[in-house]
């Protein structure tokens, strides 16, 4: 079994969503005297009958996986059937994982997958593959502030007044020209 994933945004149920579509292809086994039958290659694809799991753990700090359960996505075999693609290479099934919502945090995300053949058949494992799901940084991006652009805080930073409006949270004024070494204006900051 080989695993090709890549991370993509797709309309989900009507919202916007991001996660990864994978195409996996499955090769015989390889036996002694394969060479003799050309319908078991071990070179070239092959279709297959049986149930797909994905499990998608969360990469956490150095590189560790995240203690709490995997997601876990599940083809049964009429599901899987219906992921079947025939490609320039050969018999081969595309799937979609959906992750969350588009404009969410860049996240590390590592996925497993197994196939389950029909009737006691094999039981494949692939390697791990770690993926990274790009996002939206939550940390203000310093070039533009040092290109001179005017910060802009994070929609979800902003809280609305009792009235409706923005409500200001703090103000510290100081003065250029002071004569304690002061520092710039407060409207130049950024500057």
């Given at each position: 079994m080989t695993v090709v994933w890549t991370h993509a945004d797709q309309t989900d149920a009507g919202l916007p969503m991001r996660g990864f579509r994978g195409r996996i292809v499955f090769y015989p086994k390889e036996k002694a005297g394969a060479q003799n039958q050309p319908d078991k290659d071990p070179g070239r694809p092959m279709k297959v009958e049986g149930a797909l799991t994905v499990y998608a753990f969360t990469v956490i700090a150095d590189g560790k996986l995240s203690p709490s359960a995997p997601r876990k996505y599940f083809f049964n075999p009429e599901k899987l059937?219906?992921?079947y693609v025939e490609s320039k290479q050969g018999p081969a099934y595309e799937?979609?994982?959906?992750?969350?919502?588009?404009g969410g945090p860049p996240k590390q995300i590592c996925l497993r997958t197994r196939f389950d053949g029909i009737n006691q058949g094999a039981v494949v494992m692939s390697d791990s593959a770690s993926q990274l799901l790009p996002g939206v940084s939550q940390v203000p991006d310093v070039s533009r502030i040092a290109s001179g652009e005017k910060p802009v805080a994070p929609m979800s930073d902003v809280k609305a007044a009792p009235g409706g409006g923005v409500e200001q949270a703090g103000y510290k004024s100081t003065d250029s020209g002071s004569t304690n070494g002061g520092t710039a204006a407060t409207a130049d900051w950024w500057k």
């Open positions: 059937k219906k992921q799937v979609w994982l959906p992750w969350d919502g588009v």
